[in-house]
T-cell receptor
Framework: NAGVMQNPRHLVRRRGQEARLRCSPM?????VYWYRQLPEEGLKFMVY????????ESGMPKERFSAEFPKEGPSILRIQQVVRGDSAAYFC?????????????????FGPGTRLTVL | KQEVTQIPAALSVPEGENLVLNCSFT??????LQWFRQDPGKGLTSLLL?????REQTSGRLNASLDKSSGRSTLYIAASQPGDSATYLC??????????FGKGTRLSVIA
């Protein structure tokens, strides 16, 4: 069973360009989380998605950032008009379940991350 | 709002020593706590997950304890090896909320 896959692993963009980060969850997982790790900082939650639904986007900046998890294909985190402050490692995690009956038992499995550098 | 603190921020020990990493959290209403390992430029590897009803979990040379009422967890590493050098992250889950991470402890084990 392949783990969580993210691509690209490294992405370089100039200020003002768009960045698209992709995440393929583990097989059988229908929940995806995106986290951002700024230099010398801990991981911060950005957005939580199920297939075709955004469940919680409280950690995502209101402007320039968007995320989707379509019925088919990977989850996409899009950053428009990137700025130098967007340079960070972006991690995706997946889990088979959200809260509900088995709340607290679902481990999140992390991908290797995409390291975005904005010049 | 949940906050997670890890002490120390960095630690350097000689090979063979036993060591303890500390994690504290402000809201004791958690569902589980996880310890992760992160190697430079790499992703996160889950080491141990402790459910809120448990007090400890063990895997090989690693032992993690949880005291929910006091908002603390420790990761004990026995007989440290140079290959243990990495950043260790603690994260808590409060059910439907996403994981809240500490900033990590950067461990160096010197041969």
């Amino acid at each position: 069973n392949a783990g969580v896959m993210q691509n690209p692993r490294h992405l370089v963009r100039r200020r003002g360009q768009e960045a698209r980060l992709r995440c393929s969850p583990m097989k059988g997982h229908s929940h995806v989380y995106w986290y951002r790790q700024l230099p010398e900082e801990g991981l911060k939650f950005m957005v939580y998605l199920q297939k075709e639904n955004i469940i919680d986007e409280s950690g995502m900046p209101k402007e320039r950032f968007s995320a989707e998890f379509p019925k088919e294909g990977p989850s996409i985190l899009r950053i428009q008009q990137v700025v130098r402050g967007d340079s960070a490692a972006y991690f995706c995690a997946s889990s088979p379940l959200s809260g509900g009956a088995r709340r607290g038992t679902d481990t999140q499995y992390f991908g290797p991350g995409t390291r975005l550098t904005v010049l | 709002k949940q906050e997670v603190t890890q002490i120390p921020a960095a630690l350097s020990v000689p090979e063979g020593e036993n060591l303890v990493l500390n994690c504290s959290f402000t809201d004791s209403a958690i569902y589980n706590l996880q310890w992760f390992r992160q190697d430079p430029g790499k992703g996160l590897t889950s080491l141990l997950l402790i459910q809120s009803s448990q007090r400890e979990q063990t895997s090989g040379r690693l032992n993690a304890s949880l005291d929910k009422s006091s908002g603390r967890s420790t990761l004990y590493i026995a007989a440290s090896q140079p290959g243990d050098s990495a950043t260790y992250l603690c994260a808590v889950s409060s059910g439907n909320t996403p994981l809240v991470f500490g900033k990590g402890t950067r461990l160096s084990v010197i041969a």
